[in-house]
């Protein structure tokens, strides 16, 4: 299996501009999970869908931010509009559920920079 | 949900154990614990997982005493590759699943 897929690897936008970020899970796990990065609050859990349905959607910062999964191998992130303060890496990763385990595969990152 | 607290950063010099330590009190029974490795530019990898006692596989071990409130990962006879961030993360077996990554331990292998 090729891993988890993120793209664009990099993002350079301007302030106000949509940005939509893209993530493929690892065929057959039924979790997957989009997670922001930056220096100051280090690894946060924007949201998490199991079997394409969003669970948990607490860590979205504002309405700017959306997330879907429209099937099981594709999901997206979306930042409308986006801001300077939204320049960070985003990751997603990927898990299949089992009792007591817990191995989440990650994906590259998308590092986004807004100006 | 388990909070979790660990140093922000070590340092050490290649050939030494190093053993990071993660205090997490309010464990609940369905809990357990999970340790990532991140490397810079990289996503987190999973590196061992456990719920009590010890565990150890080919990267590390992982101490866990009988009352669970604390956990301490090992490794033995760093090099420099194993700089990273290295995070500890108590998760349910059940119910709502709500990984918190925080924001780690920057360990530094020196030469």
């Known amino acids: 299996d090729a891993g988890v897929i993120q793209s664009p690897r990099h993002e350079v936008t301007e302030m106000g501009q949509e940005v939509t970020l893209r993530c493929k899970p690892i065929?057959?796990?039924?979790?997957l999970f989009w997670y922001r990065q930056t220096m100051m609050r280090g690894l946060e859990l924007l949201i998490y869908?199991?079997?394409?349905?969003?669970?948990?959607d607490s860590g979205m910062p504002e309405d700017r931010f959306s997330a879907k999964m429209p099937n099981a191998s594709f999901s997206t992130l979306k930042i409308q509009p986006s801001e300077p303060r939204d320049s960070a890496v985003y990751f997603c990763?990927?898990?299949?559920?089992?009792?007591?385990?817990?191995?989440?595969?990650f994906g590259p990152g998308t590092r986004l920079t807004v100006l | 949900l388990a909070k979790t607290t660990q140093p922000i950063s070590m340092d050490s010099y290649e050939g030494q154990e190093v053993n990071i330590t993660c205090s997490h009190n309010?464990?609940?029974?369905?809990?357990?614990i999970t340790w990532y490795q991140q490397f810079p530019s990289q996503g987190p990898r999973f590196i061992i997982q456990?719920?009590?006692t010890k565990v150890t596989n080919e990267v590390a071990s992982l101490f866990i005493p009988a009352d669970r409130k604390s956990s301490t990962l090992s490794l033995p006879r760093v090099s420099l590759s194993d700089t990273a961030v290295y995070y500890c993360?108590?998760?349910?077996?059940?119910?709502?699943?709500?990984?918190?990554f925080g924001r780690g331990t920057s360990l530094i292998v020196h030469p």
């Open positions: 990763a990927s898990r299949l559920a089992g009792r007591f385990t817990d191995t989440q595969y």
């Open positions: 065929s057959g796990h039924d979790y």
């Open positions: 869908f199991n079997n394409n349905v969003p669970i948990d």
């Open positions: 309010n464990i609940a029974t369905n809990d357990y």
């Open positions: 456990g719920y009590k």
């Open positions: 993360l108590v998760v349910s077996s059940g119910g709502s699943y709500i990984p918190t």
